[in-house]
Nanobody, 116 residues
Framework: QVQFVESGGGLVQPGGSLRLSCAAS????????MSWYRQAPGKERELVAT????????NYADSVKGRFTISRDNAKNTVYLQMNTLKPEDTALYYC?????????WGQGTQVTVSS
């Protein structure tokens, strides 16, 4: 079955960095676009970044452009989110998502807390 192992979340001070990883199994990873979403308490889930199945194209929410970088390694079935210059407003539960046509798969989430 489809499984995700998300890691890399934690507590970091403002201005710090974290790298999230999402290792996937149970589907043809290299055929799916991968995204990171986040959801803060009391807010709706929002799309943070997307990378195409080949890794040839990426898109970012305006709020993270220039600070976050999404990447993938299809040989390792893993997608990453490098987060730099973190701000308190980046605090949220971060989810990885796989999408192809009508198929959608979600990870369980990893918590990122930005606080001094």
């Amino acid at each position: 079955q489809v499984q995700f192992v998300e890691s890399g979340g934690g507590l970091v001070q403002p201005g710090g960095s974290l790298r999230l990883s999402c290792a996937a199994s149970g589907f043809i990873f290299s055929s799916y676009a991968m995204s990171w979403y986040r959801q803060a308490p009391g807010k709706e889930r929002e799309l943070v970044a997307t990378i195409t199945y080949s890794g040839g194209s990426t898109n970012y929410a305006d709020s993270v452009k220039g600070r976050f970088t999404i990447s993938r390694d299809n040989a390792k079935n893993t997608v990453y989110l490098q987060m730099n210059t973190l701000k308190p407003e980046d605090t949220a539960l971060y989810y990885c998502n796989a999408a192809r046509s009508s198929f959608r798969y979600w990870g369980q989430g990893t918590q990122v807390t930005v606080s001094s």
